[in-house]
């Protein structure tokens, strides 16, 4: 069974960048399709980012598109999602998750989870 850790979260301003990281162990990643979800304080899940097995194809939701690029790089064994022009309402807990089997067009089906980093943006 793979492990998730997300990093590289932190407390920023406005319309700077940060590029959170998710490592895996106990297995590798290339079996799976990967995605980045967020809560809100009070708020739900929701699906920010996902990356096909390949990497070849991505997929964003809009409130993020132009903004946040999520890559992988097999040899590391992990995943990135390089967010620039950091906005208030994108504070929230990040979450990097694996999904085993599946298409990236769909935000459901991801099987394991990391613990989740924090992103706090001030205005």
Known sequence: QVQLVESGGGLVQAGASLTLSCAAS??????????WFRQAPGEGREFVA???????GTNYADSVKGRFTISRDGAKNTVYLRMNTLKPEDTAVYFCA???????????????????????VSS
């Open 50 to 56: 996902s990356i096909s097995r390949s990497g070849g």
């Open 26 to 35: 106990g297995g590798t990643l290339s079996g799976y399709s990967m995605g």
């Open 98 to 120: 694996a999904k085993p089997f599946g298409t990236i067009s769909s935000t459901s089906g991801y099987r394991y989870w990391g613990q989740g980093t924090q992103v706090t």
